[in-house]
């Protein structure tokens, strides 16, 4: 994933943050200051029919968004406003992509990008020297460091776990 794709996913978070919990302050200063209008029936939040599992509190004929929860202390959302309800598909939603991304990304870019380097051991003077390249490139395709081998011509070692690593300027494995 580039920058840029980072970006437009980061854009559409803060924007989906933005459209569902700005207006909240609005609608607090609406119902403090409407003094004369008749408070609007609701039933009791204690009624057992609106708590499910006695944790989730759905009531649609509740107009707020937020409830003082039934145990303990803090809040908790009314899942019979619309409003909830949008935030919870929301998230299952983001979540759902998250999951599917980074597998499509491998599936579709074919590769992973290696942190490991490319080490040639080469002899001076009865000494063995280890001289690092650049970064490499491993597709998923070849599996096993022979193969690698095979296909390179040289032999690769990377910070793979179970497979040891070279130890820089010695030339043995640590």
């Given at each position: 994933m580039n920058a840029l794709q980072l970006l437009v996913i980061c854009a559409i978070l803060i924007a989906v943050v933005l459209v569902?919990?700005?207006p909240f302050p609005r609608w607090q200063r609406k119902v403090d200051t409407r003094v004369d209008r008749p408070p609007i029936p609701v039933a009791s939040r204690d009624d057992d029919?609106?708590?499910y599992a006695g944790f989730f509190y759905s009531n649609p004929n509740d107009p707020e968004l937020f409830v003082p929860r039934r145990f303990g202390f803090g809040?908790?959302?009314n899942f019979g406003h619309p409003?909830?309800?949008l935030f919870?598909?929301?998230l299952l939603v983001m979540l759902f992509v998250l999951m599917l991304v980074p597998p499509l990304a491998v599936a579709l870019f074919g590769g992973i990008v290696s942190d490991a380097t490319r080490l040639d051991v080469s002899h001076r003077n009865g000494i063995e020297e280890l001289q690092e390249e650049s970064p490499l490139i491993l597709p998923l395709s070849?599996?096993?460091p022979a193969e690698q081998a095979g296909a390179t011509g040289r032999a690769e070692r990377s910070c793979v776990p179970g497979r040891g690593l070279w130890s820089k300027g010695r030339g043995r494995q640590s």
């Open positions: 569902l919990f700005l029919q609106y708590w809040w908790t959302l409003r909830a309800r919870v598909i929301t070849t599996g096993s």
